[in-house]
């Protein structure tokens, strides 16, 4: 039974790291599982016809026209089993579709400073989340976290490849490319997004415990693509505190650097003839 369960598992989705990809999973579980009765039932039928009716010598295939009965019987119970995957499909979908909320170790961090209104971004019902930016480019993955230094959101705290994200708490991700069309997939986290520059997606997810998720783009991109992987690492709430609060400390270490850097060209080279950064 374990066997088979694991032998199944290769076949279904990813789950296990957030409740929108565990939807995913019991979906698609529940449909396979209805498209395994019916074509063991249609199999076993098309072998009994065969079996049964096989042509002997002399024998004359029977010639039907028509079996009201049986034409009402597959017509309602095709309808019967559409109609019941539209509705379980239907009642799942806003549990993967909308984020639900922080827990209340990290209600304080999804709070605190930390939110970000948009229009199209889909929040949790007591509206707050924690929203990094994921920007796609040929061939990283980059995020930026709250915590801009500028009200224009410059100087975010920014991270390669590998995205940290607090426990509990629902993270919703603002997704963009800065070149071509890239995919955004976590699998255990939830579905595919694609990043198309010039436009932004949203999706979320909230992972419950420590642990590290994988992905990859999942759009060809160009000729690094397979290189294009994605880390989701997930600590809890108040490392993620001081993990942002250190990255902000080399972000504005790294500024003053430039700054004296900057002026000690100025002096060599004269005044203005250094440009900005
Ligand atoms: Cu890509």
Redesign the pocket.
Known sequence: MGHLISTLAFFTPQSGGSSNANQIDSLFKITLAIALVIFVLVEAGLLYALLKFRARKGAVAAQIRGNNRLEWGWTVGATVILLALAIVTFAKLSSIENPSNSGPEADKLASNGLLYASSERKLPPDGKSLTIKVV?R??IWQYFYPGASEPDGLGAPYSYEEMVVPTKTTITLDIASADVV?SWWVPQLGGKFQAVPGYHNYTWFKVEKPGVFRGQ?A?L?GRG?AR?IATVKAVPPAQFDQWLAYQKQLLSEANEQAKVARAKLNAQTGAGQVENP
Do not use: F, I, P, T
């Open positions: 796609g040929q061939y890239h783009c759009l991109c693509h294009m």
